[in-house]
């Protein structure tokens, strides 16, 4: 599955990475890193993470499902602030 993080929305509140910790994890208070593909065993955390975003700023496309790539700064958000 492939993960979008909508950069200019991302607010840094990290309910993503409570809920998909092999996903998404924060660098610092505000900095966002995410895995931008994700495998099919995701997506039930997936969902909840996508559901609980408060400014919906994430967006997955379960068309694509391949291996997870480690969460390794490929994918960067420099949250806002809350």
């Not at 991302?10 to 924060?26: I, N, S, T």
């Not at 694509?64 to 969460?71: G, L, Q």
């Amino acid at each position: 599955m492939r993960v979008v993080v909508d950069l200019n929305r991302c607010q840094g509140y990290a309910q993503c990475a409570f809920l998909a910790p092999d996903v998404f994890r924060m660098h610092g208070e505000e900095a966002l890193l995410y895995a931008p593909r994700a495998g099919a065993e995701q997506r039930e955390r997936l969902a909840r993470a996508v559901a609980a975003c408060p400014v919906q700023a994430i967006l997955v496309d379960a068309g694509d499902e391949e291996r997870s790539a480690p969460v390794d700064g490929e994918g960067t958000a420099g949250g806002g602030g809350r």
